[in-house]
């Protein structure tokens, strides 16, 4: 075991509570003064089975999931349904014992309730401790808990125990308690939490590991948000107020955190029969006057297709969340994959555009989504904003200061009535909603109820007032004032100057990554100058208009680039390589898709050994350049 950080996993069953303890840690373990990082990992069948939540905490800044982890808790699954014999799952009863072993690191502290999970059950279980020098730690937590009333409270014993075998001060831990509940539910649970500290001092003292709790400070009060916080906060201070849906693992995280934070904002929350009408509703929210957002995952999201294409052919302004999972279809609801980018960037037919963030972590989904709401209204374009499960429900402290930014209520690029008495009209009165010439190819739009606002809107090539016409004139008019949208959106975000290279930067050989594995992919780049290696990295975070200068740079650069991403088919090298029209031979991918994340030594592997023809130790898969 190292002191500079804590990697503790919890392992139970579905409705074991681990995903709340988890929570409830990690806040804990911030409050104490340090960095986390968390990453969840559950089953996607409806009946549950094992599930466990990791925590990574350090006195230093956590960028990503560790290369395994450090100390276990193992509650057992207390709701396992299938007998031990030939049970299609397997013996589930003892998974988050079994299931957790091969990944905990030589020293490691393992806890696990003697009161469900028989050891003897598990195969090579004693040699394979003796063989990795395995702290174990036998705690009836079950039987704690039950001494007080309630067996569920057995994850508050292996907090506890946690705490004892630690030495974490329980003080955070009891004060977050204070604050969740009340009554004979907190001083049983307080209870509990004595006792099994208690116990681990009376009967482990002498023979426990020289592990403890790495100390740390913050500057400043911090916040742990996941991703679909962030993003849903950016969107209510952006001045969205209306959302619609329907519930789709992992959209649904986002979903309901807007439906809970709506009432408010004096917002409303609708959810519907399915996403064509959540999208549609979303458009009409929009066209009304109100900033307006819905969202799905992949499958959903293909629902969203037509409405998307009426949104830019009305020149509408809508904010879409798409939460990638692995597919296709159901796929594994629950699992990672960044396989939806082609999805996104080119759903719906024709010559259509739309704007693509894929924000990296938690201050970039608040901040892109904000960007997101601005240019949408400003242009008048769908933009979407494309993260994963990953990114979805892995927790990161954030200051609190960082959300201390100003709402903005505006409407972006809307007439006044004032300024609607001089604007063009037809000879019936009707608005020239759709004019051929328009600053940066956008043509200021009316809301409905506006004196002299009147216009047509239809999902048809129409003229400027918004007839349906078919003129060879009109349409390459229209066609190319909206087309004209990308270059200046383009402009305004490289004057940002937000993605930014990292590691060394004489470097010949570069990493880029896209999305939720950049932090990941940071965290290995860091490693990789710190083994003697030249190495210098890209996160890249806008995917439409493509960031072709930047891109460009960094890639002429070095002389050699691993791409880094979570699917088979390398839908963002082959995006790299189709707008920049070169730099096939140069360009290598390493891919990931089987349901897990990348974990920053296996980017390290690859980067180290693929020179030498190397197989890879993990599931990933290394793609050589076109040169190679």
């Excluded at 394979?128 to 409270?153: C, P, S, T």
């Excluded at 955070?172 to 001083?187: K, N, Q, R, S, T």
């Excluded at 009305?314 to 629950?334: C, I």
């Excluded at 940002?496 to 004489?506: A, F, K, L």
């Amino acid at each position: 075991m190292t002191d500079d950080e804590l990697i503790w996993r919890i392992a139970g069953g579905s409705g074991d509570g681990i995903d709340s303890t988890s929570q409830n840690f990690a806040k804990a373990l911030m409050r104490s003064g340090l960095n986390v990082f968390t990453h969840r990992h559950y089953p996607s069948r409806i009946r549950g089975g094992h599930t466990y939540v990791e925590i990574r905490a350090s006195a230093d800044e956590v960028k990503s999931r560790g290369d395994g982890y450090n100390f276990l808790v193992a509650l057992g699954d207390s709701f396992a349904r299938n007998p031990k014999d030939n049970a299609y799952y397997g013996e589930e009863e003892i998974k988050p014992l079994a299931e957790n072993l091969d990944d905990l690191r030589e020293g490691g502290v393992i806890v696990y309730d003697s009161g469900l999970i028989d050891t003897e059950d598990i195969e090579d279980f004693d040699q394979r401790v003796e063989e990795n020098d395995w702290h174990v730690f036998d705690v009836d937590l079950r039987g704690l808990a039950k001494e007080h009333g309630r067996e569920i409270m057995r994850n508050t014993a292996g907090v506890g125990v946690t705490a004892a075998i630690t030495g974490l001060d329980t003080s955070y831990i009891e004060e977050l308690m204070e604050d969740a509940m009340g009554g004979d539910i907190l001083e049983a649970n307080l209870n509990v939490l004595e006792d099994a500290y208690q116990h681990v001092q009376d009967e482990y003292d002498a023979d426990a590991p020289d592990v403890s709790v790495p100390e740390g400070e913050h500057d400043e009060e911090q916040v742990l948000v996941s991703g679909s916080h962030a993003i849903a906060y950016g969107a209510l201070d952006e001045g969205c107020r209306f959302i619609a849906g329907y519930p789709m693992t992992p959209w649904t995280d986002v979903f309901t955190i807007m439906t809970n934070l709506m009432p408010d904002t004096g917002g409303i929350s609708e959810q519907v029969e399915d996403e064509i009408a959540a999208a549609a509703l979303a458009v009409g929210a929009s066209h009304a006057g109100a900033k307006a957002m819905s969202g799905s995952s992949g499958g959903g999201f293909s629902l969203m297709s037509e409405p998307l294409g009426l949104a830019e052919m009305t020149e509408t302004p809508l904010v879409l969340v798409e939460a990638m999972r692995a597919g296709p279809s159901t796929g594994m609801p629950t699992k990672p994959e960044q396989a939806d980018l082609e999805h996104v960037l080119y759903t719906s037919q024709g010559d259509s555009h739309r704007v693509v963030f894929a924000p990296a972590n938690q201050k970039e989904c608040y901040e892109q989504t904000r960007k997101a709401f601005k240019i949408a209204y400003e242009y008048q374009i769908p933009t979407v904003v494309i993260y994963d499960q990953k990114l979805s429900g892995e927790h990161r402290n954030v200051p609190k200061s960082f959300f201390d930014e100003e709402p903005n209520p505006d409407l972006g690029s809307v007439i006044t009535e004032e300024e609607l008495v001089d604007a063009p009209h037809s000879e019936n009165g009707i608005y020239q909603r759709f004019q051929h010439e328009g600053e940066k190819g956008v043509s200021p739009r009316s809301i409905p109820g506006q004196k002299g606002g009147r216009y047509l809107a239809t999902g048809n090539e129409h003229t400027p007032e918004g007839h349906i016409a078919e003129s060879p004139e009109n349409r390459k008019a229209q066609v190319d004032r909206r087309t004209q949208k990308l270059e200046a959106i383009r402009e305004e975000l490289d004057a940002d100057e937000r993605q930014q290279t990292y590691g060394d930067e004489s470097a010949d050989y570069g990493v880029i990554s896209w999305g939720s594995q950049s932090g990941t992919v940071e965290e290995a780049v860091e490693r990789l100058n710190e083994n003697g290696h030249a190495v210098k990295g890209l996160s890249v975070s806008e995917m439409a208009p493509f960031p072709a200068d930047l891109v460009t740079e960094f890639v002429e650069s070095v002389d050699e680039v691993l791409v880094v991403e979570m699917n088979s088919t390398a839908q963002f090298r082959g995006l790299l390589q189709k707008e920049l029209g070169q730099y096939g031979e140069k360009t290598a991918s390493l891919l990931k898709y089987d349901g897990e994340p990348f974990v920053p030594s296996e980017i390290v592997e690859a980067v180290e050994g693929h020179g030498n023809g190397e197989e890879l130790s993990s599931n990933a898969r290394f793609e050589a350049a076109a040169g190679d």
